[in-house]
């Protein structure tokens, strides 16, 4: 499975915003962004002429970054939103919402995308109790989404859980903490997905 492995707070630096994907790190004055370092590179200092394809650009592969997704898939994602009855932007963003990956870190269950991403990998997640192992897994209203029974006395999995208590689960998720479940009530309308992303742009992007 191809992935990113180098330095995640260089992605942060280069898109000027917290893309969280160090868990307590992203909220501390550890972080890259709260400490205001410059985007990577040599020129990282100089000042820009912000083009209007760079800006496309600059969305796309903040969303990409978030959601942990590379181009062939990310593109992938927006050929199918183009072709459904809803706004392709929305749509787009409402696929990478349902990824299983990305539910897992909504409701509380891994401190960031990267490790539950990991943790599905792994084997410890299942799907109206079946074993899922693909990060990119679609869930689907109803969807029951748990941590198996043999992976709840996983050190880690219990450390996500306490330090999820006092997070803001959205509401197209019924999360039990206690039980490590989470069900899908529907997937997320715009307005209840807070990635700052303006997917408008994207799909320009996409469109030229």
Same mark, same amino acid.
Request: some cysteine.
């Given at each position: 499975?191809?992935?990113?492995?180098?330095?995640?707070?260089?992605?942060?630096?280069? /898109?000027?915003?917290?893309?969280?994907?160090?868990?307590?790190?992203?909220?501390?004055?550890?972080?890259? +962004?709260?400490?205001?370092?410059?985007?990577?590179? &040599?020129?990282?200092?100089? $000042?820009?002429? *912000?083009?209007? =394809?760079?800006? @496309?650009?600059?969305?796309? &592969?903040?969303?990409?970054?978030?959601?942990?997704?590379?181009?062939? &898939?990310?593109?992938?994602? =927006?050929? *199918?939103?183009?072709?459904?009855?809803?706004?392709?932007?929305?749509?787009?963003?409402?696929?990478?919402?349902?990824?299983?990956?990305?539910?897992?870190?909504?409701?509380?269950?891994?401190?960031?995308?990267?490790?539950?991403? @990991?943790?599905?990998?792994?084997?410890?997640?299942?799907?109206?109790?079946?074993?899922?192992?693909?990060?990119?897994?679609?869930?689907?209203?109803? #969807?029951?989404?748990?941590?198996?029974?043999?992976?709840?006395?996983?050190? $880690?999995?219990? /450390?996500?859980?306490?330090?999820?208590?006092?997070?803001? +689960?959205?509401?197209?998720?019924?999360?039990?903490? $206690?039980?490590?479940?989470?069900?899908?009530?529907?997937?997320?309308?715009?307005? &209840?997905? #807070?990635?700052?992303? @303006?997917?408008?742009?994207?799909?320009?992007?996409?469109?030229?």
């Amino acid at each position: 499975m191809a992935r990113y492995t180098g330095p995640v707070c260089r992605l942060c630096r280069r /898109e000027k915003t917290k893309l969280f994907l160090k868990g307590t790190r992203c909220e501390s004055p550890k972080c890259p +962004i709260e400490k205001g370092r410059p985007p990577p590179g &040599q020129h990282g200092r100089a $000042r820009v002429r *912000e083009s209007e =394809y760079l800006l @496309q650009l600059r969305e796309k &592969q903040k969303a990409k970054r978030f959601y942990g997704v590379l181009e062939k &898939q990310f593109r992938g994602y =927006y050929e *199918e939103a183009a072709t459904s009855k809803g706004v392709t932007g929305e749509e787009l963003m409402r696929i990478c919402e349902s990824r299983l990956d990305n539910v897992v870190y909504r409701a509380g269950l891994a401190m960031n995308r990267p490790m539950s991403r @990991q943790l599905v990998s792994h084997g410890h997640l299942q799907v109206n109790d079946r074993k899922v192992d693909i990060p990119s897994y679609r869930v689907k209203p109803g #969807d029951v989404v748990a941590v198996r029974s043999r992976s709840k006395s996983f050190a $880690r999995i219990i /450390e996500n859980t306490t330090y999820a208590e006092g997070r803001m +689960i959205p509401d197209w998720l019924a999360s039990n903490l $206690r039980e490590m479940t989470v069900e899908v009530r529907a997937l997320p309308e715009r307005d &209840q997905i #807070d990635v700052p992303v @303006q997917e408008q742009l994207i799909v320009e992007y996409y469109s030229k």
